[in-house]
């Protein structure tokens, strides 16, 4: 059994992968909540997450992707992890990293100011080492940057995946699971700052349990154009397989952006190749809004920062053609007062939320899965 977690920390992204052989994978870390504020319904990250290591005695994970350098996804990451390129980030409290996985964006973005700048140094001082990093895309900009402190881009290739690739390490047969990789393409890297979410890393999350395969797709902030391309060339390339998803981690906390550039009025109508991925999803599927509640009101159909009810509204309509489909909100599950992790369990005969079925908001106690029983292969 392979396991995927969504915590609940507001407007911002946090994914724990589990596998069965015990190998732990994090996308994105944000310490969110108020250390002053006792009602503050978001989970304390840091000390969950070092819980879950404890009780494995583990001091680390092993690969800690940051999919790009925004607040929402690296916030308190340098006051939790060790960070090899400074001595001030090294006591023996800290959780490790493996590998560090980031966009070439990351490396090569100039004018970061205070996390972001911190992650750009670990990354930098990484790569530069040669070791414990892999770098996503390879555009011109990284090669000369490279050469700029007196490294090879030949030297440093096998540290570099860029989209369309399978990345290294992982093996449905060893690991069950492998990771298709989306985005970045060399053209959103090469954008700069403006950019940073279309540069943002973007996979096909492939698990294997026994002969049954489950797709995750995992997304960090992006727009409705960046995902269009990814449809769009994914096609070209004839891996439309990899587009299909039992589980969705929809971008930027339920924007419309993600759908369209136009809000509408009531629900969003996604763009043609949008809707061309909403409609792969499979029997049973699960869309994962990393956010705060999801308001139908007045007010939350006028609001200008996601989530919004007119997104919302769109992925549930696209999920009525799925059969068994659900849609999530990570500050609503169980409930909105005490919501809790979302932890889903990937088994050969389907995926389920520990032993809670949710649907319509309530939780049913449910020994079986959700309908979907993967791909046979």
């Not at 995927?4 to 310490?31: E, H, M, S, W």
């Not at 992890?81 to 590998?99: C, G, M, P, S, V």
């Not at 490279?146 to 490294?151: G, R």
């Not at 520990?354 to 959700?370: D, E, H, L």
Request: aromatic content about 8%; charged content about 30%; overall charge negative.
């Amino acid at each position: 059994m392979h396991k995927v977690t969504f915590y609940p920390l507001g407007n911002a992204d946090c994914c724990k992968i589990d596998l069965k052989n015990g190998r732990k994978i994090l996308f994105d870390y944000a310490q969110t909540r108020s250390s002053e504020d006792e009602t503050d319904p978001r989970i304390d990250l840091a000390k969950t997450l070092r819980e879950d290591l404890e009780n494995e005695n583990r001091k680390n994970f092993d690969v800690v992707a940051f999919t790009h350098a925004d607040k929402d996804h690296i916030c308190g990451f340098s006051d939790f992890f060790y960070l090899e390129h400074a001595a001030k980030y090294q006591d023996n409290k800290r959780i490790k990293i493996e590998t560090l996985w980031v966009p070439a964006a990351i490396i090569l973005e100039e004018g970061l100011r205070n996390e972001a700048r911190i992650l750009r140094s670990e990354a930098r001082h990484r790569l530069i080492k040669g070791k414990g990093i892999r770098v996503f895309s390879k555009p011109e900009k990284l090669k000369d940057w490279l050469e700029e402190n007196s490294i090879t881009l030949d030297s440093r290739r096998h540290l570099i995946t860029d989209a369309g690739q399978i990345v290294p390490g992982f093996a449905l047969a060893k690991d069950g699971v492998e990771f298709f990789c989306h985005s970045p393409f060399i053209k959103h890297v090469d954008e700069g700052e403006d950019m940073r979410n279309a540069a943002a890393l973007i996979f096909n999350v492939r698990f294997k349990v026994d002969t049954s395969t489950f797709d995750f797709l995992a997304v960090g902030d992006s727009q409705w154009d960046v995902m269009e391309d990814i449809v769009q060339i994914t096609k070209n390339h004839g891996n439309d397989d990899r587009l299909e998803w039992d589980l969705y981690n929809i971008p930027h906390h339920c924007s419309y952006l993600a759908l369209s550039d136009d809000k509408g009025k009531t629900e969003t109508t996604p763009k043609p190749l949008i809707e061309d991925l909403l409609l792969s999803g499979k029997e049973g599927a699960y869309i994962v809004s990393s956010s705060v509640p999801i308001e139908d009101s007045e007010e939350g159909r006028k609001q200008e920062l996601p989530p919004h009810i007119q997104a919302k509204k769109c992925y549930e309509r696209f999920l009525k053609r799925i059969e068994g489909a659900k849609f999530l909100v990570t500050m609503e599950e169980p409930n909105k007062d005490k919501p809790e992790p979302l932890i889903f369990k990937i088994e050969s005969e389907g995926i389920t939320i520990g032993n809670k079925v949710i649907a319509s908001g309530i939780s049913i106690i449910s020994s079986k899965p959700a309908p979907r029983v993967g791909r046979a292969g």
